[in-house]
């Protein structure tokens, strides 16, 4: 169970097109999600916090206009990359909180900015 | 922001050996979590941890918690090629934000 199905796995896009990867989850209600970066070699860095129904909380030094998230649904959360470029290269993970102590992550989308 | 540091940043050792990474922190966690992660993939979870002093054992791998839960450590014990990974440390507040510890990639040469 609690199980975070994110897509697109891996999605390439031309410099200044902005890219929407989608969280979902399948078979519990996230109230909230996580949504984290990750560079080659390190490790996973906060960018957001997404409550469903209200504004997203962005980590410090990550530009909200940039990063939209939106957790429209219980079930549905979404991060749109905007006007992206190549320095925005990069692993994006999201998670879900579950249970007391308990979190369950996406798969991960590889995105390439050309 | 929390910061854990792990170490070391890097480790390869030979099969059958015994390894140990470590995590600290300045700041108290209610609870603090191991995971493995395989490259191109989301890190799994391989133990949480939340009392004090706690010891958990999962088959060849001991994880500890610090009495002031701000640091803890993963032991493995006759290291296999499928032990190769990056091992990651993450501390929260209740079911807060999940903050990562800075990484280590372990390599098993068989």
């Known amino acids: 169970g609690a199980v975070v199905s994110q897509h697109p796995s891996w999605v390439i896009c031309k410099s200044g097109t902005s890219v929407k990867i989608e969280c979902r989850s399948l078979?519990?209600?996230?109230?909230?999600m996580f949504w984290y970066r990750q560079f080659p070699k390190q490790s996973l860095m906060l960018m957001a916090t997404?409550?469903?129904?209200?504004?997203?909380?962005?980590e410090q030094g990550v530009e909200k206009d940039k990063f939209l998230i939106n957790h429209a649904s219980l079930t549905l959360s979404t991060l749109t990359v905007t006007s992206a470029h190549p320095e925005d290269s990069s692993f994006y993970i999201c998670?879900?909180?579950?249970?007391?102590?308990?979190?369950?992550f996406g798969s991960g989308t590889r995105l390439t900015v050309v | 922001t929390q910061l854990l540091e792990q170490s070391p940043q890097f480790l390869s050792i030979q099969e059958g050996e015994n390894l140990t990474v470590y995590c600290n922190s300045s700041?108290?966690?209610?609870?603090l979590q191991w995971y493995r992660q395989e490259p191109g993939e989301g890190p799994v979870l391989l133990v949480t941890?939340?009392?004090?002093?706690e010891v958990k054992k999962l088959k060849r791998l001991t994880f500890q918690f610090g009495d002031a839960r701000k640091d803890s450590s993963l032991h493995i014990t006759a290291a296999q090629p499928g032990d190769t990974g990056l091992y990651l440390c993450?501390?929260?507040?209740?079911?807060?934000?999940?903050?990562f510890g800075t990484g280590t990639r372990l390599t098993i040469i068989p």
């Open positions: 998670s879900a909180s579950v249970g007391t102590y308990g979190y369950t």
């Open positions: 078979d519990f209600q996230a109230t909230t």
């Open positions: 997404s409550n469903e129904g209200s504004k997203a909380t962005y």
């Open positions: 700041s108290v966690f209610s609870s």
């Open positions: 941890v939340v009392t004090g002093g």
């Open positions: 993450a501390g929260a507040f209740g079911n807060e934000k999940l903050t």
